[in-house]
């Protein structure tokens, strides 16, 4: 999986290389970080599969979700108390600078590693504390905190369009990540 789909390095938070030793030839992806503009170079035996731009943001979790964790056994210890969650965007962009909207089939939703919800065909990978089910091909509709964190999906991402739009090198291209809209009406997330 990793050879076709590199960018699950993108959100692992302590993995930076891998390496396999298949019959003694060596595979080797890295990932490479820019910490001043949060781009990171997806390397594989030294030539680059990809680029993405990375933006992390902080959410305050209110008070009425937490209430509503604390009170739920179906929600991880680590949740369950939390007061802040992290979401995470991020653009894929080529080498001439231009930010790509994603395929179908790349647009999954992470919980730090992949899942294989793509039913949402964002424009750019989204990463946060999602809850699916075990085998991760579905994430529950009708979690109030799956409902609040794909509310505030819309608002952040709207906020670093704008942001990226400011910077001479993304403000061309930053618009193309406005989603498209969905026809999910049964869809608790989609709405």
Not at 22 to 42: C, H, R, S, V, W
Not at 103 to 126: C, D, G, M, N, R
Request: net charge negative.
């Amino acid at each position: 999986q990793l050879k076709d789909q590199p960018h699950v390095l993108l959100f692992l938070r302590n993995i930076s290389e891998l390496q396999f030793n298949l019959d003694g030839l060596i595979d080797t992806f890295k990932m490479e970080n820019n910490e001043i503009d949060g781009i990171k170079t997806i390397v594989r035996n030294n030539h680059i599969l990809s680029k993405w731009i990375v933006k992390q943001t902080i959410l305050d979790i209110p008070a009425s979700i937490c209430e509503n964790l604390n009170s739920d056994l179906n929600i991880p210890e680590k949740l369950r108390w939390a007061q802040q969650t992290e979401l995470f965007f991020a653009a894929k962009y080529n080498n001439k600078d231009v930010i790509q909207k994603l395929e179908k089939l790349e647009s999954v939703l992470f919980a730090y590693i992949p899942t294989k919800i793509s039913q949402y065909e964002l424009s750019v990978l989204v990463n946060a504390n999602f809850l699916t089910n075990v085998n991760r091909e579905q994430i529950h509709t009708n979690s109030m905190w799956n409902q609040w964190l794909f509310s505030q999906i819309p608002i952040e991402m709207y906020r670093w369009i704008g942001e990226m739009a400011k910077e001479a090198k993304w403000h061309a291209y930053v618009y193309d990540l406005v989603p498209s809209k969905l026809n999910l009406t049964s869809d608790m997330l989609a709405i």
